[in-house]
C-alpha cells in the first residue's frame, strides 16, 4: 500500500470446470509512498504504478474442500526505474474429514515481495529496502477422543530468503501436539509442547523447546478471553549459552452484533529472530476493529505497538503502526474506499529509524 493509491477499474471473471469454481481478476493502481527506502537516511518519495493479476480458485466434496488464491503484482516506479519490481503471493487451503472425530489440515503460503506486507512482518525487520521470499506450510491432524477432550498432532516448516547476504536466510522446522478439555460450554483447557529448529545459512542454529497451558473463557457466546502462558527453552549453537524465556499471549474478541467485532492481542516472547543470528526478547499489543456504519459504508481500525530487544548486540527497537479506513458501496459493481496509515520505528540505533506515513484512495468495479 502507498500514500495515494488510487485502484482504477477492475475486473472478475468466474468460470466452472467440473467441480472447480475459477475466478480472475485484474486491475491497476496508482500509488504514492514518502518513504520507499524505508529509513531516515535516505529517505525517497515516488508514483508507483501497480499492475494486478489473480486468481482464485475453490472445489468442496461432502468430505473435503481445497481453496487456492494467488496474485502477481507489477510495480513501475515513475522516478526511481530501476527499483520496479514483482510481488508474487500465493496460499493454498485443504481440509480433509476422515471420520465424525478425525480431520486433517493443511495450509502452504508463499510469498516474495520487496517490503513487509503487515506490521507484524515489519516488527523486527532488518531496515532498509530488500526483497525476501518466504515459504511457510503446516499441517494438522484433530482427533476427538470425546465430546470433552480432542487431541492435535501438528507439523510445519519455514523458508526464507533474501536479496542480500545480511540478513541470513533461514530454515525452520516446528513439531508438537495439543490438548484441549471442555469444562463445560464457557471453559476450555489446553495444555500444548512445541519444538522448534531454527538454522541459519551461516551454520548456526536455534532448537527451542516450549511448554505452555492456556483456557478460553466465554463470558457470552459473542465475548471471550483466549490466554496462553509457558516457557520458551532455547539453545543456541554459537551463543555458547541456554536462555529461558517467559512466553504470554492473550487475546479478547467481542462480536458485538452482526455488524461490528474487535480483538485485542497481546503477544510476550523470547526467541530467535528471523532476521539476525540472535535471539529477540519481544513485547506487542495490537488492535483490528471493524464496523458497518451504515447498509453501504465500512469502517475498519487497527493498531500495533511492540519492543524488542536483541540479547547479543543490545539494539532496542520500537513500532509503532495504525490504519483507519472507510468503504463505501456505490453500486453492486463499484466500490470505493480512503484509508490513512502510519508506520513508526524507533531505536537506540539511528540508522535503522524511519517514518512511513500512507494515504490511500481507490475505487473498485466487479462483475
Known amino acids: 500500500m502507498g500514500l495515494l493509491d488510487f485502484l482504477l477499474p477492475f475486473r472478475a471473471f468466474s ?10 481478476r485484474t486491475g491497476v ?31 468442496e466434496g461432502k468430505t473435503q474442500n481445497l481453496n ?22 500465493f496460499g493454498l487451503r485443504y481440509n ?67 536479496s542480500r547476504v545480511n540478513p541470513a536466510d533461514t530454515f525452520t522446522n516446528n513439531a508438537g501436539f495439543e490438548a484441549a478439555y471442555a469444562i463445560s460450554s464457557a471453559d476450555i483447557l489446553y495444555a500444548i509442547y512445541g519444538f522448534t529448529v531454527k538454522k541459519y545459512a551461516h551454520g548456526s542454529a536455534f532448537k527451542t523447546n516450549r511448554l505452555s497451558g492456556g483456557w478460553r473463557h466465554y463470558f457470552t457466546s459473542q465475548l471471550y478471553l483466549d490466554a496462553l502462558a509457558g ?36 503477544l510476550k516472547e523470547g526467541g530467535a529472530n528471523s532476521d539476525t543470528q540472535d535471539i529477540r526478547e519481544s513485547w506487542r499489543v495490537s488492535l483490528d476493529l471493524t464496523k458497518q456504519l451504515f447498509a453501504r459504508l465500512n469502517a475498519g481500525l487497527s493498531g500495533f505497538f511492540g519492543e524488542g530487544k536483541f540479547s547479543s548486540s543490545g539494539t532496542n527497537d520500537k513500532l509503532k503502526g495504525a490504519n483507519i479506513g472507510l468503504a463505501y458501496e ?9 484509508s490513512y496509515s ?12 524511519y517514518t512511513v506515513n500512507r494515504i490511500s484512495l481507490g475505487a473498485t468495479y466487479e462483475f
Do not use: M
Open 342 to 353: 502510519l508506520s513508526n520505528l524507533t531505536s537506540n540505533v539511528s540508522t535503522r529509524e
Open 231 to 266: 516457557q520458551d527453552f532455547i539453545k543456541s549453537s554459537h551463543l555458547n549459552r541456554a536462555k529461558t524465556e517467559n512466553y504470554i499471549s492473550t487475546s479478547l474478541t467481542d462480536e458485538f452484533d452482526q455488524t461490528t467485532k474487535g480483538v485485542l492481542s497481546f
Open 68 to 89: 487456492f488464491s494467488g496474485d502477481i503484482i507489477r510495480h513501475i516506479f515513475s522516478q526511481n526505474p530501476k527499483l520496479s519490481n514483482t510481488t508474487e503471493e
Open 96 to 162: 480433509k474429514e476422515f471420520s465424525r472425530r478425525g480431520r486433517l489440515s493443511l495450509t502452504e503460503a508463499f510469498l516474495h515481495s520487496e517490503e513487509p506486507t503487515s506490521f507484524e512482518d515489519e516488527f523486527g525487520r532488518t531496515s532498509g529496502r530488500y526483497s525476501y521470499t518466504r515459504n511457510r506450510f503446516n499441517s494438522s491432524y484433530t482427533h476427538d477422543l470425546s465430546k470433552q477432550i480432542t487431541l492435535s498432532l501438528n507439523y510445519g516448516n519455514e523458508t526464507i530468503e533474501y
Open 330 to 338: 456505490i453500486s453492486k459493481s463499484w466500490k470505493s474506499n480512503l
Open 29 to 59: 493502481s496508482e500509488e504514492y509512498n514518502d518513504n520507499i527506502s524505508q529509513n531516515s537516511v535516505n529517505a525517497k518519495s515516488d508514483a508507483i504504478t501497480n499492475l494486478k493479476f489473480g486468481l482464485n480458485a475453490f472445489y
Open 15 to 24: 468460470y466452472k470446470i467440473g467441480d472447480i469454481d475459477l475466478k480472475f
